[in-house]
């Protein structure tokens, strides 16, 4: 009778701390105490029952039944052949069955699939935005779940309403941790939202936690209303020097990107739809352009608040000159190549003047040499005279005349 009593007072306590259920379906919060009746059990002793088990405790069926002892405190059955667990954790999710058989000798099966939970704390939204900016990507906050089981999920609302994540102007990155000793998750959602330009001025958001358990309410963080404005557009303008872009080869163009603000900006630049792999810079500089710098060049500014922006595309022409179209480029190539032209020039002058130097002294010898003979045939005609002027004075010396004087004679003495 004193057994008897003991074991209503624990029916009685368990039933009013924990759930004693019969449907097949059970939920039970993780550390309350959970009681699983018997279908057909008798309500006195003796009882023909056993409970078979089979949970994260367990690696297969583990069996109970009313003689044995306690199953290390985690459950135990009842006198009444209830099974109780004092109190339930996640690894004690699984399956229950119970088999009994009354005075009668009639049957019955019971059958139980056990589900845990835990309510977490009231989400809230960490790290909010004081504002956002229309036509670009902005962060809105964090929502936040901590201490939860099953995992559920979180979801945001604007102004009310479900806002579901698109990929363009709505992102949500998740996040999910669980802790490693109580199993119990925590829960991150980071909002990113682009709003249209023209839209709401004041949009409220909110986040909210759902067990993921049938008949269980959804959780609702405090609203946050932000203000969005919208920022002046961008104008980018782009000034080639000289105007309309046309140069002769050789010359040089200044292309400039001029923004409103140009200490916040990054300048990139495109050249026929192909960006350029240049450092940013607001001014691109061609000198000595060739025939390959021809194109369409435009400049392209990011503003961290307004996003890129690309001007106008203008053009570089390079003009023909009456020199050819390689002549402002090729200026020192010409010049060499006059150089060269009037070096040869200079040799080919120089040859001729050794060429006609050489044909003159030939002239010459050849003028003294017809000369030669016409001297000597005069040399000859005034010996032949001499000889024959010589012949009569010879004759007149042998006659009386007087003896003329040689070389060869001796001088006659004066005094003598």
Same mark, same amino acid.
């Not at 012949?391 to 042998?398: C, F, H, I, K, Y």
């Not at 007087?402 to 004679?409: I, L, V, Y």
């Given at each position: ?85 004092? *109190? ?23 059958? $139980? ?102 008949? @269980? ?16 557009? !961008? ?5 080639? +020097? ?5 140069? *002769? ?40 352009? @060739? ?5 369409? $060049? ?13 001007? @106008? ?9 009456? +020199? ?6 090729? +200026? ?12 040869? !020039? ?22 003294? +040499? ?24 010879? *004759? ?21």
């Amino acid at each position: 009778m004193a057994a008897g009593a003991a074991a209503g007072a624990w029916v009685l306590v368990f039933s009013l701390w924990g759930a004693v259920v019969g449907d097949r379906n059970v939920t039970a919060r993780i550390g309350k105490p959970l009681v699983l009746n018997c279908r057909g059990a008798p309500k006195k002793p003796p009882q023909q029952l056993e409970w078979k088990l089979n949970t994260g405790r367990t690696e297969a069926w583990k069996v109970l039944s009313p003689q044995g002892g306690p199953w290390d405190s985690v459950a135990r059955v009842l006198p009444n052949g209830s099974l109780l667990l004092p *109190a339930v954790g996640i690894q004690d999710e699984g399956t229950f069955r119970c088999r009994a058989k009354s005075r009668n000798g009639k049957e019955t099966r019971s059958t $139980y699939q056990v589900r845990v939970y835990q309510i977490p704390g009231k989400p809230e939204i960490v790290d909010p935005a004081s504002e956002l900016m229309a036509g670009v990507p902005n962060k809105v906050g964090t929502c936040l779940s901590k201490g939860g089981y099953p995992a559920g999920t979180l979801n945001w609302h604007l102004d009310g309403k479900p806002l579901i994540p698109d990929g363009k102007g709505v992102s949500v990155q998740e996040e999910t941790r669980r802790h490693p000793e109580t199993g119990l998750f925590t829960l991150q959602s980071e909002l990113m939202v682009t709003p249209a330009r023209g839209g709401a001025p004041h949009p409220t958001f909110s986040c909210s936690f759902s067990p993921g358990l049938p008949q @269980r309410r959804a959780l609702h963080t405090a609203p946050i209303q932000l203000s969005v404005w919208e920022p002046v557009p !961008l104008e980018v303008q782009l000034v080639v +020097e000289p105007e309309g872009g046309t140069v *002769a080869p050789g010359g040089t163009v200044t292309l400039t990107c001029e923004t409103p603000a140009q200490s916040s900006l990054q300048i990139h630049w495109i050249k026929d739809g192909v960006p350029l792999p240049l450092t940013p810079n607001p001014v691109l500089l061609l000198s000595e352009v @060739r025939p390959q710098d021809q194109g369409t $060049y435009s400049c392209v500014a990011t503003h961290p608040s307004h996003g890129p922006q690309e001007s @106008r595309a203008v053009s570089v022409h390079i003009i023909e000159t009456e +020199e050819g179209p390689t002549a402002g480029s090729l +200026e020192g190539q010409g010049l060499r190549t006059v150089a060269l032209a009037l070096g040869i !020039l200079g040799g080919l002058g120089i040859a001729a003047l050794l060429i006609g130097a050489i044909i003159w002294q030939r002239q010459r010898r050849q003028g003294e +040499e017809r000369k030669a003979p016409e001297h000597q045939e005069e040399e000859e005609e005034e010996r032949e005279e001499l000889n024959q002027s010589e012949e009569p004075e010879a *004759a007149e010396g042998r006659t009386g005349s007087p003896a003329s004087w040689r070389p060869s004679d001796p001088v006659p003495d004066p005094h003598l």
